[in-house]
């Protein structure tokens, strides 16, 4: 094969002196040396293109990206930062922050209905402080001592009401147990009957304690308690985080109570007892098998010539007499004789621990004996003069009832009477039966 027809041979021929002009020099497929068509430099022309292409690629990437974040930056980081600052200030600080909407984006769509969200939260939390508010108001102000229990029975909050009754300092009261704030009887009440009874049902009413003030004074009050829900009166105890309780101040109330009473068992001119409690005493006496353990005496007595004085000087007068003589029969009692004025001139004592006959017709004498000093009857220096008729009866465990009794004294004082007035005499068991039978009042 002649040398044209070789591929480099054709290569060089197909591009003449080109190769040797530029000085390149090659190799053919079977290593015979040639020199190539184009310079060095011409043949890394293409890869530095891609390079360069690359690069530029590389950099508008770059620039896209830095574009992008700083567009998301503006259009998204920075209002997602503020809405991010407002949630933490909502949460953290309880204060309800709103942020900026100024767009009509989606991310600001969504900022508004935050701001809405914080304004309707922001509105019920206001509504619940103005609730909280008029809650406590009437908590400290209502004038019923208001306190919180724990389930041991310490207190946990109080009302200012009653710190300003009972005279307490709040932080001598808050963790303190109610107990050490009632009177024994009550400590013992609240632990063995209320605080069982308000684990079983949930709630008790209206239980009478006396409550110690700091000034010493004692106060009546009426003790209701609730457990803190419903839900929690059928739980365990453990669910029962609390109690609510209230006590109304009866202390003017048992006052007037207990003044009412001594004016149904008082007799309004005297100040002694009256028949209703004469009853009362002597039903306790049997109730209480007194009569079998001591000696007691009846004295039953009538006054002599009081009609008389009534009739001439006036009821003004007999009522000055009737006072005059129950200070007299008083001062010469013993300070556990019993007495009551049962009539409009008659009454009745009850002395306990006689020991005998013989002692009992001496206390009836010194009442004779006191009466004998004239009476003043108030007008124009008047005086009036009274004597006594008594009855006298010993107590056995023979005697059924105080009705009985009390006819036995009268019989005797009957007796008296026939024997002149102005003494006594003891009933006998043939003694006559007495024309009048005072019939005491039934007791419940």
Not at 17 to 33: K, V, W
Request: proline share 3%; aromatic share 6%.
């Amino acid at each position: 094969m002649s040398e044209l027809h070789t591929p480099c041979a054709r290569n060089h021929v197909r591009f003449g002196g080109a190769a040797q002009a530029f000085g390149a020099t090659g190799f053919c497929r079977n290593n015979s040396p040639w020199r190539h068509p184009w310079p060095i430099d011409v043949i890394k022309q293409p890869a530095q293109d891609r390079a360069n292409a690359f690069l530029l690629a590389g950099i508008g990437l770059a620039l896209a990206a830095a574009v992008n974040a700083f567009g998301f930056h503006f259009i998204v980081g920075k209002p997602l930062g503020h809405l991010l600052d407002a949630i933490r200030k909502s949460s953290f600080d309880g204060r309800y922050v709103r942020t900026e909407a100024k767009d009509n984006s989606e991310f600001a769509t969504l900022t508004r209905s935050f701001n809405a969200l914080q304004a309707k939260q922001d509105q019920n939390v206001r509504r619940l402080q103005r609730t909280h508010e008029a809650l406590s108001e009437i908590y400290n102000t209502t004038p019923t001592l208001m306190l919180t229990l724990s389930m041991e029975g310490h207190i946990t909050h109080t009302s200012t009401f009653l710190l300003e009754t009972t005279g307490y300092r709040r932080n001598e009261i808050i963790d303190a147990p109610l107990t050490k704030f009632l009177d024994a009887r009550s400590a013992v009440t609240l632990t063995t009957q209320i605080m069982p009874l308000l684990l079983n049902t949930g709630h008790v009413r209206d239980i009478a304690l006396r409550l110690k003030c700091k000034s010493g004074v004692e106060m009546d009050v009426l003790f209701s308690a609730a457990a803190r829900s419903p839900e929690s009166v059928s739980a365990t105890a453990e669910r029962k985080k609390w109690l609510f309780c209230a006590m109304s101040d009866v202390t003017l109330l048992k006052k007037a109570e207990h003044n009412l009473r001594q004016v149904s068992i008082t007799d309004h001119l005297t100040g002694l007892a009256n028949r209703a409690d004469l009853s009362r005493y002597m039903n306790d006496l049997f109730a209480e098998d007194v009569i079998s353990q001591e000696r007691v005496a009846i004295l039953f007595i009538d006054l002599d010539n009081f009609k008389s004085i009534n009739d001439s000087h006036g009821h003004a007068a007999g009522d000055k007499v009737l006072t005059d003589i129950a200070e007299r029969f008083v001062a010469n009692l013993r300070t556990n004789d019993y007495i009551a004025r049962i009539g409009g001139d008659e009454f009745a004592v009850v002395c306990r621990n006689v020991k005998n006959e013989a002692g009992a017709i001496l206390a009836a004498e010194r009442l004779i004996e006191c009466l004998k000093p004239a009476i003043a009857l108030g007008a124009e220096n008047a005086e009036g003069y009274v004597s006594a008729s008594i009855g006298i009866a010993l107590l056995n465990a023979r005697v059924r009832s105080p009705n009985a009794a009390l006819r036995m004294a009268d019989s005797a004082m009957y007796q008296a009477k026939k024997s002149g007035r102005n003494t006594c005499a003891v009933w006998k068991q043939s003694a006559t039966p007495s024309r009048k039978v005072p019939v005491l009042p039934d007791q419940q």
